[in-house]
């Protein structure tokens, strides 16, 4: 099995800054694509930014500019530096990571617990 842990979330006012963490541990082979997102209540889950396992990242336009998604192979994990925080960004984030048990390459989705963000303004 594998596990995603997250850490970092907290609550932080408008303008400020918090860094998420997730790290993959357990039957892991290979990763391929990891990401974060978000779920505000009474919304669905929407992808906040996505990163290859080469490295190539995608965000969406709410966050462009303010995020920035990196990872460390080396650690297996991820992380969402989130800067210029907006009320609207209040959420639980969930990581994601696309995980190889073996090598057959058969890759399996994993998700975090969640972390909440609330940010006040």
């Known amino acids: 099995q594998v596990q995603l842990v997250e850490s970092g979330g907290g609550l932080v006012q408008a303008g400020g800054s918090l860094r998420l963490s997730c790290a993959a541990s357990g039957s892991i082979f290979r990763i391929n694509d990891m990401g974060w997102y978000r779920q505000a209540p009474g919304k669905p889950r929407e992808l906040v930014a996505t990163?290859?396992?080469?490295?190539?990242?995608d965000y969406a336009d709410s966050v462009k500019g303010r995020f920035t998604i990196s990872r460390d192979n080396a650690k297996n994990t991820v992380y969402l530096q989130m800067n210029s925080l907006k009320p609207e960004d209040t959420a639980v984030y969930y990581c994601?990571?696309?995980?190889?048990?073996?090598?057959?390459?058969?890759?399996?989705?994993?998700w975090g617990q969640g972390t909440q963000v609330t940010v006040s303004s």
């Open positions: 994601k990571a696309d995980v190889a048990r073996d090598s057959s390459l058969t890759y399996f989705r994993y």
């Open positions: 990163i290859t396992s080469g490295g190539s990242t």
